[in-house]
């Protein structure tokens, strides 16, 4: 466990990370508190963010609990209820309907989720033109029925995801 004041914390966990790099699968970071109770809730959230890193897509070894706080809630609430619960039906629909069609709405919707609803940069991430995922976009929410306007509704999207993600994943962990 490290404890950094705010200031030193980017240059501290920098020159930690660069020493266990090559020694450690993975380093959880917390959030920085500033109490003693507080690092009780940090080494917490640590650990949390070490069990669901394996569904964080990244290319070192230190992971954020500030990017895993989704993943942690749904780890933690699967624990008492299925996973697949906490899934949106639409999404379900949108993945059933590309099986049936070759088509790729349920991974546009998540990129575009991802991206901030932000067309140009969903376009450049899945390399299509920029007014094909304009038509996606508009077929997404005319069959899903989403107001892509709803902060609550993309919340329950991103979430939805990540379920999605892993419970996938736990299937491929029990084969």
Not at 76 to 100: C, E, G, N, Q, W
């Amino acid at each position: 466990m490290v404890v950094f004041d705010d200031a030193a914390y980017g240059d501290g966990l920098l020159s930690i990370v660069k020493r266990c790099s090559k020694d450690c699968q993975g380093i959880g970071v917390g959030f920085s508190f500033k109490t003693l109770a507080g690092l009780a809730v940090a080494y917490r959230q640590a650990r949390a963010t070490l069990r669901v890193s394996t569904m964080m897509e990244q290319s070192d070894n230190v992971f954020l609990y500030e990017r895993a706080i989704q993943y942690c809630l749904i780890e933690a609430a699967s624990r008492s209820v299925d996973i697949m619960d906490f899934v949106d039906p639409a999404i379900l629909h949108l993945r059933d309907y590309d099986t049936k069609n070759g088509s790729e709405l349920a991974k546009t919707l998540r990129v575009y989720i991802d991206s901030g609803c932000n067309m140009s940069a969903c376009a450049e991430i899945m390399f299509t033109h920029r007014n094909t995922i304009r038509y996606r976009i508009s077929r997404i929410a005319e069959m899903a029925n989403i107001d892509f306007d709803d902060y609550e509704r993309r919340l329950s999207l991103a979430i939805s995801f990540r379920a999605l993600e892993m419970a996938t994943l736990d299937l491929q962990n029990k084969v």
